[in-house]
């Protein structure tokens, strides 16, 4: 089951990361920025916005997929790491700047996922513990 979540939450930082650098990518091909006719037809005539749109929704279904399994409370903290991975991408990409608020930010949602990880697994293994090895019906969901 591990295996799963990761590869699992590999896939949805994927497909995020490639929602907001196609978005990134959209956004500065169409610019100047109007509210108008002719921007949306710039912006729409980009295929990175095409790419934002199947990135929107190959997240969303790996999301659901994994909610059925994870538990929510890790799920929704490793459901953040695309942060670290467009920081990254947008460094190499877009030759934005990283400091170190950032790189020190990146450390505490990797470490508060581990942290969130760690408790998760102790308190599966007390319920297990409590029902002498064998889990219930709604506990093993």
Known sequence: MKRFYFIGFMVLMV???ITQISIKYAGDQALPFELSTNWLGRLFGQPWIYGAVVGYIGAFFTWITLL??????????????????????SSLLFNENIGWAKI???????LGILLLAI????????????NNGYTTKAEGM
């Open 15 to 17: 497909f995020d990361t």
């Open 68 to 89: 059925k399994r994870a538990p929510i409370g890790p799920a929704f903290a490793a459901s953040h790491l695309e942060i670290i991975s467009v920081l990254v991408l």
């Open 104 to 110: 020190v930010g990146c450390g505490l949602i990797l």
């Open 119 to 130: 408790s998760e697994t102790s308190e599966s293994e007390k319920k297990k513990d409590k």
